[in-house]
């Protein structure tokens, strides 16, 4: 049985350093992927990773758990001055607290590849900006792959359709930003 033993108070530090300011936005915040990394344990959910060391260990993988239950361990914290993380059947088990977890067996080169793949997974927002043509907000980014247009197309100012990068989703006007990659 896969176990992890921490300091609670470092524990309870790991969480706090992923946990939102807002409950709502914990639940929204999916999974909690719990892996090993040499000494250390790695707590990571989407787009943010933190690590604590270790105390005792034999986790040879990773567990996945709802990020939104695990927060209430920085209200509740558990007692006493190590806490043990367990995994079995399905389930993961901190001190008293048991939460439903999907479990990994990897080497740990594998899981610490796959927790750090989630900062690389981090939804930027697609700005949009004004067109010059109908001065509304509605200029979204253009994929190269995307545009689908055949080179060499003019359109106003002697550029191509090629080259733009942005297209109103109001007019269908196509313009380069400069600014933009």
Same mark, same amino acid.
Request: positive net charge.
């Given at each position: 049985?896969?176990?992890? *033993?921490?300091? *609670? ?17 914990? *639940?929204?915040? +999916?999974?909690?992927?719990?892996? !090993? ?22 986790? !040879? +993988? ?13 209200? #509740? ?15 993961? =088990? ?20 796959? *927790?750090?793949?989630?900062l690389m997974d981090i939804d930027k ?8 043509? @109908? +001065?509304? =907000? ?19 100012? +002697?550029?191509?359709?090629?080259? #733009?990068?942005?297209? @109103? #989703? ?5 313009? @380069? ?5």
């Amino acid at each position: 049985m896969p176990f992890l *033993t921490l300091r *609670t108070q470092d524990f309870v530090a790991a969480l706090k350093r992923l946990a939102p300011k807002r409950i709502a936005v914990a *639940t929204r915040a +999916g999974e909690l992927y719990i892996g !090993k990394s040499a000494a250390d344990a790695v707590f990571c959910i989407k787009g943010a990773l933190t690590r604590c060391p270790l105390v005792d260990s034999d986790w !040879k +993988g990773f567990a996945s758990v709802n990020f939104g239950m695990a927060t209430s361990l920085i209200k #509740a914290p558990p007692p006493g001055e190590f806490v043990t993380l367990k995994s079995s059947d399905g389930r993961l =088990r901190i001190d008293t607290l048991s939460l439903a977890a999907t479990w990994t067996d990897t080497p740990d080169w594998i899981a610490a590849m796959a *927790t750090e793949a989630h900062l690389m997974d981090i939804d930027k927002p697609r700005a949009r900006c004004y067109c010059p043509a @109908c +001065g509304k =907000r509605k200029g979204e980014p253009v994929e190269a792959s995307a545009r689908g247009w055949p080179d060499g197309l003019p359109v106003a100012g +002697g550029l191509t359709r090629a080259h #733009a990068n942005r297209q @109103c #989703a109001g007019c269908a006007h196509v313009w @380069c930003e400069v600014d933009s990659p």
